[in-house]
């Protein structure tokens, strides 16, 4: 079973641009994480889908969205592109929302942002 | 806020079990402890998860103590891939009520020696 997807693998970007990046879980998986990686701040949760809907936001601003479509591949867009940007972006999928007793999450290799 | 404390660094001879530690004092009754660990430049991976009992893996062994209170994640056999930050966190699961959110903390940085 292929893993996690995400595309592109690099990017390179300047300020106040938009950027939207991709995402496809593992077959059958149908929740969608989002996690941003920076040196300063380590791994932060950006949101999470399940069904199409938002179940879970993290603290961030308005500028950072994201999708998920029936076939639970998910987009996340960032629009006005700031330095502070610049991070490695995660996709974990998940079987389901919540399963008492496991609910392992597979990560994909990343995005690797750069804005300029 | 991440609600677990780790070293920041461990060092391992190769072949000897690593022993890493995990503080997570404010722990609730429905919350489990996971481990995931991040070798350079990839995804973070799953290890183990467990809630009150101590678990076993093809990967690892995990103790919890009685009070939850902390954790040890056991390699019994480090390499020199076993080499990354591991991170270990506390995230509520329960049927039908909770999101996959984690809360990352800083990790642990095991570096394991030839």
């Known amino acids: 079973k292929a893993g996690v997807t995400q595309t592109p693998r690099y990017l390179i970007k300047t300020r106040g641009q938009q950027v939207t990046l991709s995402c496809s879980p593992i077959?059958?998986?149908?929740?969608v994480s989002w996690y941003q990686q920076t040196p300063g701040q380590g791994l932060q949760f950006l949101f999470e889908y399940f069904s199409e809907t938002q179940r879970n936001k993290g603290n961030f601003p308005g500028r950072f969205s994201g999708r998920q479509f029936s076939n639970s591949r998910s987009e996340m867009n960032v629009s006005t592109l700031e330095l502070g940007d610049s991070a490695l972006y995660l996709c974990?999928?998940?079987?389901?929302?919540?399963?008492?007793?496991?609910?392992?999450?597979?990560f994909g290799p990343g995005t690797r942002l750069t804005v300029l | 806020d991440a609600k677990t404390t780790q070293p920041p660094s461990m060092d391992c001879a190769e072949g000897r079990a690593a022993n890493l530690p995990c503080n997570h004092s404010t722990i609730s009754g429905n919350e489990y402890v996971y481990w995931y660990r991040q070798i350079h430049s990839q995804g973070p991976q799953y290890i183990i998860h467990g809630l009150k009992n101590n678990e076993t893996n093809e990967m690892a062994s995990l103790i919890i103590t009685e009070d939850r209170k902390s954790s040890t994640l056991i390699l019994p056999h480090a390499t020199l891939r076993d080499t990354a930050v591991y991170y270990c966190?506390?995230?509520?699961?329960?049927?039908?009520?909770?999101?996959?959110?984690?809360?990352f903390g800083t990790g642990t940085l095991l570096a394991v020696q030839p």
């Open positions: 974990a999928s998940s079987l389901q929302v919540a399963s008492a007793g496991h609910n392992e999450q597979f």
């Open positions: 966190i506390v995230s509520y699961n329960h049927r039908g009520g909770a999101t996959n959110k984690l809360i």
């Open positions: 077959s059958g998986h149908r929740s």
